[in-house]
């Protein structure tokens, strides 16, 4: 039995995921979450600019270093 359906089965009230977000992790919605708790991280992407968000550094044969260099080669070869 997967953890999904096993802790579901223990009546915790949560629902199994049943969608993937485009991060791969799948979306699960938790009902009393505070999305505002300094623990949560609502907003990841906060305080970076464009150019940041457009390395990939899902590559997972390249280190993270390589990813920013092939990133910002490729923008001036553009």
Do not use: C, Y
Request: a negative charge; hydrophobic letters at 25%; glycine letters at 6%.
């Amino acid at each position: 039995m997967d953890k999904q359906t096993t802790t579901k089965s223990k009546g915790n009230g949560v629902p199994a995921a049943t969608e993937i977000d485009t991060s791969g992790a799948p979306q699960q919605i938790v009902p009393d979450v505070d999305l505002d708790h300094p623990a949560v991280d609502n907003d990841p992407r906060a305080n970076t600019t464009e150019q940041q968000n457009r390395i990939d550094f899902n590559d997972p044969s390249i280190e993270g270093h390589e990813a920013v260099e092939k990133n910002l080669k490729g923008q001036a070869d553009a």
